[in-house]
């Protein structure tokens, strides 16, 4: 699969991952205002845009919503086939009802089934995403159309989700956090330098790869989290790096194709991010 057509979706940024420091994040939520989609800092606001999620997850931020028909599933089938005959179809084989909740698949029957990559298979291999619990087959119309995977705009998608999840949690009633919080926590690190752990200073395409390896400390949850929003407290604007992309070792790391005009007009648009029935 192909983020552009020069960009791989498989650039080996699972083989360069890093743990969620979940203390670090949950401080940073805190300050996330849900009617200006911004942090409210001491010094003033900051965000994440489409930008970030360009350099640190290499994705694609231009092309086609990601969006479908979520309400009489088996109609939006193409031939108005069964969807679960269609997943058989693709998949070559059926999950047990125990695995199935509703339209979702759990995750965990995803990997015992296709743990090992295949004989003979090759980096167009699809795998499945072992953050969540579950599988929506809503996918299934992507699977089925592999090669136009990298005409879809996954940036947007990446960061809706990751603006809607920040939202919920906004509510009182909501204590978990979900969403890509790797992509918060890159953006963290690269905008808040006092924030980094030390010892990275080596970075690669793309940006995210930067953390491979981190690992935060084991510590208790709450009192860790109690310490980060005392130093968020204490930042001040010259703490912030307004431009992290510009020096000329992130610049000559970075795709070309990310570069390109386009690009960047996207990144200054005022537009919705669309994925599925989000819309942030």
């Known amino acids: 699969m192909r983020r552009q057509q020069g960009m791989r979706l498989d650039d080996r940024l699972n083989d360069r991952w890093f743990r969620l420091d979940e203390a670090l994040v ?87 089934t296709f743990g090992e990559c295949p004989e003979g298979a090759d980096d167009e291999t699809l795998f499945v995403d072992k953050s969540g619990n579950r599988i929506h087959i809503r996918w299934l119309p992507y699977v089925a159309r592999m090669e136009e995977m990298g005409t879809y705009s996954w940036g947007s998608v990446a960061l809706a989700w990751l603006y809607r999840c920040m939202c919920r949690v906004a509510n009182i009633h909501v204590v978990k956090l979900a969403g890509p919080l790797q992509l918060l926590q890159s953006w963290i690190f690269w905008q808040f330098p006092r924030f980094r752990p030390a010892g990275y200073e080596t970075f690669s395409w793309p940006l995210a790869s930067r953390w491979s390896g981190y690992n935060p400390s084991g510590s208790e949850k709450g009192p860790r989290v109690q310490m980060w929003r005392l130093r968020i407290d204490r930042l001040q604007d010259r703490e912030f790096i307004w431009m992290p992309y510009n020096s000329p070792d992130v610049l000559q790391v970075v795709h070309p194709e990310a570069l390109e005009p386009r690009h960047m007009e996207l990144w200054r648009s005022v537009t919705s991010l669309i994925y599925f029935a989000v819309i942030e």
């Open 26 to 112: 949950s401080a940073f939520v805190k300050r996330w205002r849900p009617e200006t989609h911004t942090f409210h800092m001491p010094f003033g606001e900051c965000t994440i845009r489409l930008q970030d999620v360009a350099y640190q997850l290499g994705l694609p931020v231009d092309g086609r919503y990601v969006s479908g028909c979520l309400s009489e599933f088996q109609i939006y089938i193409q031939g108005g086939l069964s969807s679960w005959v269609w997943f058989q179809e693709l998949l070559g084989v059926i999950p047990p009802p125990s695995q199935v909740q509703k339209y979702a698949v759990n995750c965990s029957w995803f990997q015992e």
